[in-house]
């Protein structure tokens, strides 16, 4: 299970969710971006900045509660200290990338 966040390009909101299939969830996203009256569609949110990946969906729904709680600069920290450029993650890439490791 994964727990992510997403922003905009002007990074000016952030959006925590949870999932099962982080990649299926990021299309789902980016197909509904215009879509109103989803908080993602509003506020144009759908670069992926940071996941985390959890044992289970209790413990994913858990972290993500916790994040939800923080104030916008512990959030703004947390980003920082997984993605210094806060450049959008492509999946895809990081994939590659960590089985090189």
């Known amino acids: 299970m994964y727990v992510y966040i997403l922003t905009n390009t002007g990074r000016t909101v952030l959006y925590i969710g949870v999932t099962n299939d982080l990649p299926r969830r990021m299309y789902e996203h980016s197909t509904g971006r215009g879509d109103a009256s989803k908080f993602t569609g509003r506020y144009q949110a759908d670069l992926l900045v940071y996941f985390e990946l959890l044992p289970d969906a209790t413990q994913a729904?858990?972290?993500?509660k916790v994040l939800k709680g923080w104030s916008r600069a512990k959030k703004d920290a947390l980003v920082l200290a997984f993605n210094p450029t806060?450049?959008?993650i492509d999946l895809e890439s990081w994939a590659a990338e960590a089985t090189k490791r």
């Open 61 to 64: 729904i858990a972290r993500e």
């Open 86 to 88: 806060w450049q959008a």
